[in-house]
T-cell receptor, first 114, second 116 residues
Framework: AQSVTQLDSQVPVFEEAPVELRCNYSSSVSVYLFWYVQYPNQGLQLLLKYLSGSTLVKGINGFEAEFNKSQTSFHLRKPSVHISDTAEYFCAVTTTSGTYKYIFGTGTRLKVLA | GAVVSQHPSRVICKSGTSVKIECRSLDFQATTMFWYRQFPKKSLMLMATSNEGSKATYEQGVEKDKFLINHASLTLSTLTVTSAHPEDSSFYIC????????????FGPGTRLTVT
C-alpha cells in the first residue's frame, strides 16, 4: 500500500519570498507523483507530475518539484511567491500499474502574507 | 483537452431526502470515474471507483446503499446520496480517466452538499 505525508499543515510566507512544501511518500512499488492546488470551493488543478526521467520537474505558475528516490520525497518549491498563490496544496501518488488509485496527502495550506 | 464537469456546483437539501450529483467528461470517453469526499480542511478521501457498465467498487467503510453510484455511459457517472443527513454535508469531487488504461485522472470542480 502507498501513503503520502505532508508534515506541514500550514506554511505562512511573505510575498516574494521562496517557499518549499514538503511531501514524503511510502511505497513498495514504483509510483507516479503529483502536486495539485486547490483554491477555495474549487476542484483540483494539476501543478506538475513526475513519471520518470529527470528528477527536477517544472510545472505551471513557476512551481517546480524534485523527486528524490532515496529520501522518498517530492518537495514543491517556488522561488518567489505571490499573494495569488495562497491556496491548499496536495501531494498525491499512484502506482505505475494496476488500478491507478490516487492516494492524497493531508494538504498544506500556503498563506502568502503582504 | 480533458474537461470534467459536475452538476450542481452547490446543493442544499433537507434531511431525509436524496440528492443526485452528476459527473461528466465533456471531451473524452471515461471508462473509469472516481468519487472523492473532502471534509473541511481535510484531504480527499476516495469513496468509490465507478466503471462504465458495471457495479462500482467501494472503499472500505463507505456505505454503498447510502452512496449509490451509476456509470451508465462513457461520459456520465452519478452519485446519489440517499436519505441524506447533516453529517453527509461535504465537498464531493469526481475525476475521470481517459479510455481504458492510463494513470492520469482529470478532476471536476466539485459539488458542495449541505444537508439541513
Amino acid at each position: 500500500a502507498q501513503s503520502v505525508t505532508q508534515l506541514d499543515s500550514q506554511v505562512p510566507v511573505f510575498e516574494e519570498a521562496p517557499v518549499e512544501l514538503r511531501c514524503n511518500y511510502s511505497s513498495s512499488v514504483s509510483v507516479y507523483l503529483f502536486w495539485y492546488v486547490q483554491y477555495p470551493n474549487q476542484g483540483l488543478q494539476l501543478l506538475l507530475k513526475y513519471l520518470s526521467g529527470s528528477t527536477l520537474v517544472k510545472g505551471i505558475n513557476g512551481f517546480e518539484a524534485e523527486f528524490n528516490k532515496s529520501q522518498t520525497s517530492f518537495h514543491l518549491r517556488k522561488p518567489s511567491v505571490h499573494i495569488s498563490d495562497t491556496a491548499e496544496y496536495f501531494c498525491a501518488v499512484t502506482t505505475t500499474s494496476g488500478t491507478y488509485k490516487y492516494i492524497f496527502g493531508t494538504g498544506t495550506r500556503l498563506k502568502v502574507l503582504a | 483537452g480533458a474537461v470534467v464537469s459536475q452538476h450542481p456546483s452547490r446543493v442544499i437539501c433537507k434531511s431525509g431526502t436524496s440528492v443526485k450529483i452528476e459527473c461528466r467528461s465533456l471531451d473524452f470517453q471515461a471508462t473509469t470515474m472516481f468519487w472523492y469526499r473532502q471534509f473541511p480542511k481535510k484531504s480527499l478521501m476516495l469513496m468509490a471507483t465507478s466503471n462504465e457498465g458495471s457495479k462500482a467498487t467501494y472503499e472500505q467503510g463507505v456505505e454503498k446503499d447510502k452512496f449509490l453510484i451509476n456509470h451508465a455511459s462513457l461520459t456520465l457517472s452519478t452519485l446519489t446520496v440517499t436519505s441524506a443527513h447533516p453529517e453527509d454535508s461535504s465537498f464531493y469531487i469526481c475525476s475521470a480517466r481517459k479510455g481504458t488504461s492510463g494513470y492520469e485522472q482529470y478532476f471536476g470542480p466539485g459539488t458542495r452538499l449541505t444537508v439541513t
